[in-house]
């Protein structure tokens, strides 16, 4: 999405947040696991708590039965000898003074069974589970809380994904889908993707830290231009679960759906300046939620969070920039970990590959760009992405195991918004629209690339006559005419002098 605007001192998107840290008093919920250590030998002990299990995992085994399973490197110690199985809320990270809704006898790979209540009031599709034991009279989690991961097999609205062109333009085949109780959008307008935001109109559907409440007046306009969702609370997670049932099943047409717009970026998924980790605690339990909601209805889509350019530019937390964004790096490096950790599930990844400042096209010859160097420098250093150096991201997802899916394959990624300027005319618009497309189309990994049309002020992306030729030929029969062209206007003679 784009920022209200664009070319700083630097030429980065400037993002206009308070940098108000230091007034600041908002008191932050301190979460603990409870842990122990128990003597195993004289040379060595095992730490009970939340990591001590080797694994575990919650499967559904048909329409309304789950299966919990762990395994521990040893037995752990229980008072009674039994392992008790505890039901939390998405937004719970201890028992507390919760029921165990199943128990076993203590063992090293304990399962237990019990039914989800699909459809029901008190449906456990969209909790979470941990085993735990009394250990000195005291109930200890042994393992990371586990959501189900496998939605997709209560699907009763699956379609199969259409076989679309690997362009796309905002507005044909991209749509925002506004989340709140009152504005309705016909499921049956929907594009193939679908881009899941908050406006903020629904405070019930606001993350309690991002609602108005708790905003400070700031002159700097655009500090919040969407919020965080609401998967807080009991209401949040009903009303964002029930109105992602509605349009996954719903939404013929679409097969993508974005949960948030550059969520590595607070402007855009606004929660007020708290620690990154709870910031990705907030994210991901709305992520899982959306996720959840989608797949038990249509097995076949895809679900993906969405990063803008900012790659690898490490803040230090005396930055004044450190709690405005996180670069996408370390934003997709916490989110798989944390994803992992609770229930790996087949997310995708959303990226927004414009050019470097947004409103120069002319990327290939930086000398009539402001602080061309530095801009060029932010592409070769790889700080910032583009679809100049695209293979950044791509062969960072494709080579890292960490970042595999569940399957061990590479996960999707699609280029859902790349604006191209036209302030430098027609043919250097049409040129570069050409290059994005090639380095798009060329990466096994991109899925499509949709292309931003519209006028931002200082920032215009409409397509100009010669532009829309280009977008209108460049995947057709006539393509190599239009790629030489493109080369011509660039002065090179291959794309892969100019992308990487």
Not at 153 to 179: E, I, S, W, Y
Not at 239 to 261: F, H, P, Q, R, V
Not at 336 to 357: E, K, M, R
Not at 396 to 414: C, E, K
Request: net charge negative; proline share 5%.
């Amino acid at each position: 999405m784009l920022t209200d605007l664009i070319v700083g001192s630097k030429g980065i998107k400037t993002r206009g947040l308070r940098r108000f840290v230091s007034m600041l008093a908002l008191v932050i919920m301190v979460i603990t696991f409870i842990s122990g250590t128990i003597g195993v030998d004289a040379a060595k002990a095992v730490t009970y708590g939340p990591t001590f299990a080797s694994s575990a995992s919650a499967v559904l085994l048909d329409g309304n039965t789950v299966s919990f399973t762990a395994v521990f490197p040893s037995v752990a110690p229980s008072d009674d000898g039994l392992l008790y199985l505890y039901q939390l809320a998405t937004y719970e990270y201890a028992i507390g003074a919760n029921a165990p809704i199943a128990q076993a006898a203590n063992s090293m790979q304990p399962t237990f069974t019990f039914a989800l209540n699909h459809k029901q009031a008190d449906t456990r599709l969209y909790s979470k589970f941990v085993v735990a034991s009394r250990i000195n009279g005291v109930m200890t989690m042994l393992c990371q809380p586990q959501y189900i991961t496998n939605p997709e097999l209560l699907a009763t609205h699956t379609h199969p994904r259409k076989a679309n062109a690997k362009k796309g333009l905002q507005g044909v085949d991209f749509m925002n889908l506004h989340m709140n109780q009152t504005t309705q959008i016909s499921p049956a307008n929907l594009p193939r993707v679908a881009q899941v935001i908050n406006n903020g109109a629904d405070q019930a559907m606001t993350n309690p830290y991002s609602r108005a409440g708790i905003i400070p007046t700031d002159p700097h306009p655009g500090i919040a231009s969407y919020y965080m969702l609401n998967a807080n609370d009991a209401q949040g997670v009903s009303l964002l679960a029930s109105k992602m049932e509605y349009y996954a099943a719903n939404a013929g047409a679409t097969d993508d759906w974005i949960i948030g717009n550059e969520v590595n970026v607070r402007q855009w998924n606004y929660m007020i300046f708290i620690s990154w980790d709870e910031y990705m605690r907030q994210y991901e339990q709305a992520f899982r939620v959306c996720y959840t909601a989608i797949k038990s209805n249509n097995a076949n889509a895809e679900v993906f969070f969405c990063l803008d350019q900012n790659w690898d530019r490490n803040r230090p937390a005396s930055h004044s920039e450190y709690y405005e964004y996180m670069d996408g790096k370390d934003f997709v490096d916490r989110f798989a970990a944390d994803i992992s950790a609770t229930g790996n599930i087949s997310w995708g990844l959303a990226q927004h590959p414009y050019t470097v400042p947004l409103t120069y096209a002319k990327f290939w010859d930086m000398s009539g760009c402001p602080d061309g160097g530095y801009m060029a420098n932010m592409i070769n250093s790889n700080k910032m992405v583009s679809f100049q150096n695209l293979t950044t991201i791509t062969n960072y997802m494709a080579t890292n195991p960490a970042l595999l899916s569940p399957a061990g394959t590479v996960r999707p990624i699609i280029l859902s918004e790349v604006g191209i300027a036209n302030g430098q005319g027609d043919q250097v618009q049409a040129a570069a629209l050409c290059a994005s497309y090639v380095a798009a189309s060329t990466n096994p990994y991109v899925e499509q690339i949709i292309y931003l049309n519209a006028n931002h002020g200082n920032f215009d992306t409409t397509l100009l006559p010669m532009a829309q030729d280009m977008y209108n030929n460049m995947d057709g029969p006539n393509a190599q005419a239009y790629m030489n062209q493109a080369l011509q206007t660039m002065g090179v003679t291959s794309f892969s002098q100019v992308i990487h």
